[in-house]
């Protein structure tokens, strides 16, 4: 039977999520109904997309019981609060990165997971791009010799969206588009915990992260750059510099459609959206409705690529960069 799928949100990212799922066989996946804050709206999204049910209330969505998983699109500080109200329905949920603001909220998100024995995935979908599973297979095979340094940079100018400048809208670098960075150095240091995190930023008057630096240091004399910035154009590549061989990943980083070993590329093209995409290369956001899928059908209750434990080390991480730089939000005070 088909992955039934349940879309709460009905903006940008939802769009792109489903537009991605059909680039899938429709007897794999199947979106059935959306939800929004306004019926009208879910209304309109559920006529785009073909979906047959549309509600204008989360609440409705969580009761609706022919639902397998819930992709969760919200803006961030509504992954929380939202998030808790689909796992604590028994549904299994697929929550945009990041999972949470904080460490706190991502323990509780995991805690209800658990206690309802229901799936919960953090949807960093780079971990599930082909590219993606190539590095960790070359890295498996010692092709690179030890690895040394990742440099990593992930910026573009975006002073003009409300989401990433407004910090009650969950804003600034690190947690919209720094995640990125951060998750890459950690795949490739296999979910290791740094021996220091070192951050250096700037604020906006908004007091969100205007652009930040984090530096992770591993053990074996192992590092990890970081950048990421909001106000302007980086080049938005990835390396991974080993003692014997170098990864070079081209941009965007962040959804890899080519990689080069040792100067040897290898593409991976993406299928054709049926509809105009919100940001770039959004069919890839099928690789991680696959391992959804695959995850259910297996009785997993999250993915071996993308663990709670691998979340809650990227959120470890990101809350001591923000500490460092002084970024705050209402939900720390909680």
């Given at each position: ?155 573009m100018p975006m002073l003009d ?19 990125y960075c951060l998750q890459f ?17 700037c604020l906006l008057d908004t ?128």
């Amino acid at each position: 039977m088909a992955t039934r799928w349940g879309i709460c949100s009905a903006g940008k990212i939802s769009h792109d999520f489903v537009v991605a799922l059909k680039t899938l066989p429709r007897e794999g996946h199947q979106v059935v109904a959306v939800a929004a804050r306004e019926l009208g709206r879910a209304q309109d999204f559920a006529n785009r997309h073909d979906i047959p049910r549309a509600y204008g209330s989360y609440q409705e969505l969580a009761q609706d019981k022919d639902i397998d998983v819930v992709y969760l699109g919200t803006i961030h500080p509504q992954h929380h609060p939202v998030g808790l109200l689909f796992l604590r329905a028994k549904k299994n949920l697929l929550c945009e990165k990041p999972l949470a603001m904080n460490m706190r909220e991502v323990l509780e998100l995991t805690a209800a997971a658990r206690e309802n024995d229901v799936f919960l995935m953090e949807a960093v979908w780079t971990r599930y791009f082909p590219a993606s599973i190539q590095i960790s297979d070359v890295l498996a095979q010692g092709v690179l010799g030890e690895v040394k340094l990742v440099r990593v940079e992930f910026g573009m100018p975006m002073l003009d969206v409300s989401r990433a400048v407004k910090k009650e809208l969950g804003g600034g670098a690190l947690l919209d588009i720094g995640v990125y960075c951060l998750q890459f150095a950690c795949m490739v240091f296999n979910a290791e915990r740094p021996e220091s995190i070192q951050a250096c930023g700037c604020l906006l008057d908004t007091g969100v992260d205007e652009a930040m630096t984090v530096v992770l240091r591993f053990s074996s004399n192992r590092m990890a750059v970081c950048i990421c910035t909001v106000s302007v154009q980086l080049p938005n590549e990835a390396f991974i510099f080993g003692t014997k061989g170098t990864i070079k990943i081209p941009a965007p980083m962040w959804s890899p459609t080519s990689l080069i070993v040792n100067g040897n590329e290898t593409q991976f093209p993406l299928p054709e959206p049926s509809q105009p995409l919100n940001f770039p290369n959004s069919t890839g956001l099928r690789y991680e409705a696959q391992e959804v899928r695959r995850c259910l059908l297996a009785g997993l209750k999250q993915s071996p690529r993308m663990t709670l434990e691998d979340t809650a080390l990227l959120t470890s991480i990101r809350d001591e960069a923000r500490r460092q730089v002084g970024v705050v939000y209402c939900q720390d005070a909680e």
